[in-house]
């Protein structure tokens, strides 16, 4: 039963490998914490998706989102059409309810520069247990979900016309004018698929944030290694299981329904969101380093021309030049070289055909 494996993973006794059936389809265990989900027969609009949570151990509401799929799945509410690729990251820190406990889990994804794609038992091997994942030891996870990605996409080709998928659903330590909102990997690569816009607008997403660099994170892996489209969705705050506001996140928990059938996704609108690139990327250059806004500022809060946003020894003071400027995760606390915090500038969406023919699915 697969809504046991989701109950018993968190628990730490699942097993590491298994199978069996769901009404409309197979399951199988293939590593701790992933489960794929393969259909009897193909949904009309069918792709093949990968959708993570837990990455950060403390980020629940995006677990619960994939709990109601799997009962969904389980129950025959949902008819599986589509293959699933379903991925609980950082367990040791999801039953302690921590961010991470060594590293931070999704800075981690990026081959070695002689490695292709490994196997999902070669990935097992090298997270170095049999039926768990690691403790304190991310970089063995991250080997291990890069693995399972690596062979599910080589298994599952996308058919003509489509492209592969992959949402990796996270929660945001802080506030945000913007509660949900899409960061969308660098790519040197093919743009994001036009139909993805209405789709994350129609899920209740209110912001889009392009990534101008390479970031290693769990989603960018997808998209630079796997040519899929790929997107780190963070989906309100970070709250206890069972304190967050899932009716806020029933669209989104709509958008991961019409995945799993391979039907059409609810569409809306693309402009209802607001856009966003990154500007500035805001490093720490030396041990005298203040950012100068409160610690507690929200994500996407703007600064108009000529504030003076952080103030460092070595690189000096960092102004707000002639555009208004956003931040997004401001954190003056990293280590040296790292970076403190993102300053973006406001851009247009993307040109979708037929966007202005876009209706909302509310």
Request: proline share 7%.
């Amino acid at each position: 039963m697969i809504a046991d494996w989701l109950d018993l993973t968190l628990e730490g006794h699942a097993s590491a490998r298994g199978m069996g059936r769901i009404p409309s389809g197979r399951y199988e265990i293939v590593a701790p914490g992933v489960l794929e989900i393969c259909p009897d027969d193909s949904g009309p609009h069918a792709r093949p998706v990968v959708i993570s949570a837990g990455i950060h151990g403390n980020e629940t509401a995006p677990i619960e989102l994939m709990g109601e799929l799997i009962a969904g799945l389980e129950s025959g509410h949902l008819i599986a059409g589509a293959p699933l690729l379903l991925i609980l990251g950082n367990l040791p820190a999801i039953r302690t309810g921590e961010r991470f406990h060594a590293t931070n889990l999704n800075r981690l994804f990026r081959r070695t520069e002689t490695a292709t794609a490994i196997s999902v038992d070669a990935g097992n091997a090298a997270a170095g247990k049999a039926n768990d994942c690691p403790a304190d030891d991310e970089p063995a996870r991250a080997r291990q979900l890069m693995a399972a990605v690596d062979d599910f996409y080589a298994r599952f080709p996308p058919a003509d016309g489509t492209r592969r998928l992959h949402y990796d659903m996270h929660t945001a330590i802080r506030d945000s004018h913007y509660p949900r909102f899409a960061v969308v990997p660098f790519s040197e690569g093919a743009a994001i698929s036009s139909t993805q816009w209405s789709h994350l607008s129609a899920a209740g997403l209110q912001a889009v944030l392009h990534q101008h660099q390479h970031s290693w994170t769990f989603s960018h892996y997808s998209r630079h290694y796997h040519d899929a489209d790929a997107f780190t969705l963070e989906l309100g705050q970070v709250h206890p299981f069972g304190e967050n506001d899932m009716v806020a996140l029933a669209p989104m928990s709509q958008l991961l329904a019409a995945l799993a059938m391979g039907i059409e996704a609810p569409s809306a609108a693309p402009e209802r969101m607001a856009y966003f690139k990154v500007e500035i990327e805001l490093m720490r250059r030396s041990t005298d380093f203040r950012l100068c806004f409160n610690d507690d500022v929200a994500n996407f809060t703007t600064f108009t021309p000529g504030t003076v946003v952080a103030e460092d020894g070595e690189a000096g003071p960092c102004t707000v030049g002639d555009t208004p400027l956003s931040v997004v995760f401001p954190n003056a606390r990293v280590e040296i070289g790292a970076r403190a915090a993102l300053l973006l500038a406001a851009c247009e969406p993307p040109q979708v055909a037929l966007a202005s023919d876009h209706t909302s699915s509310e």
